[in-house]
T-cell receptor
Framework: GAGVSQSPSNKVTEKGKDVELRCDPI?????LYWYRQSLGQGLEFLIY????????KSGLPSDRFSAERTGGSVSTLTIQRTQQEDSAVYLC??????????????FGSGTRLTVV | KQEVTQIPAALSVPEGENLVLNCSFT??????LQWFRQDPGKGLTSLLL???SQREQTSGRLNASLDKSSGRSTLYIAASQPGDSATYLC????????????WGAGTKLIIKP
């Protein structure tokens, strides 16, 4: 597509429920990133995909968080047993970046998650 | 460990003024530096990307410079307009792997009509 698409744009869920956030990157972008931005805070790196593999999962806050990417395209970020501290805007970005290259990043509009 | 700092945290200027936003980083071994704007409740819009081999990039009323040796970048906005009001974020592509962005906390800019 023309840009990075994220869905849903807003999600309100009850504490303890599982949620799935979706990211559809720019066609041909091999690299995909998930970030989280809590209210009034900077961006927090969650996970990076190169193709379908995730070389770096170090940013995932806990084992309740997982992500996958299939077909080198769409990615889903799953949060199990949501907690109120999971409330944030979840941002996805894609890039042509590969090891040693030097490309910029395009972000989606984000999913605003509210856990009540 | 790479750290990115943006000063000031907030800035308010009258419409029409030229202004400069600052970004500094502690490790000069960067792959690139990118400036973004973020409007309230929205995602990030990429403004300018400067590769490590470049000194500046320009787009319309925006000009971004990069001085790796001093660990500094500036974003110059000419003839500011109320529509420029947003939070401006700088991020460096750095680290052992070139994929991860290290972010500044941003400068919140308000342009007064």
């Amino acid at each position: 597509g023309a840009g990075v698409s994220q869905s849903p744009s807003n999600k309100v869920t009850e504490k303890g429920k599982d949620v799935e956030l979706r990211c559809d990157p720019i066609s041909g972008h091999t690299a995909l990133y998930w970030y989280r931005q809590s209210l009034g805070q900077g961006l927090e790196f969650l996970i990076y995909f190169q193709g379908n593999s995730a070389p770096d999962k170090s940013g995932l806050p806990s084992d309740r968080f997982s992500a996958e990417r299939t077909g080198g395209s769409v990615s889903t970020l799953t949060i199990q047993r949501t907690q109120q501290e999971d409330s944030a805007v979840y941002l996805c970005a894609s890039s042509l970046a590969k090891q040693g290259s030097n490309y910029g990043y395009t972000f989606g509009s984000g999913t605003r998650l509210t856990v009540v | 460990k790479q750290e990115v700092t943006q000063i000031p945290a907030a800035l308010s200027v009258p419409e029409g003024e030229n202004l400069v936003l600052n970004c500094s980083f502690t490790d000069s071994a960067i792959y690139n530096l990118q400036w973004f704007r973020q409007d309230p409740g929205k995602g990030l819009t990429s403004l300018l990307l400067i590769q490590s081999s470049q000194r500046e990039q320009t787009s319309g009323r925006l000009n971004a410079s990069l001085d790796k040796s001093s660990g500094r970048s500036t974003l110059y906005i000419a003839a500011s307009q109320p529509g420029d009001s947003a939070t401006y974020l700088c991020a460096v592509g750095a680290g052992d792997s070139n994929y991860q962005l290290i972010w500044g906390a941003g400068t919140k800019l308000i342009i007064k009509p």
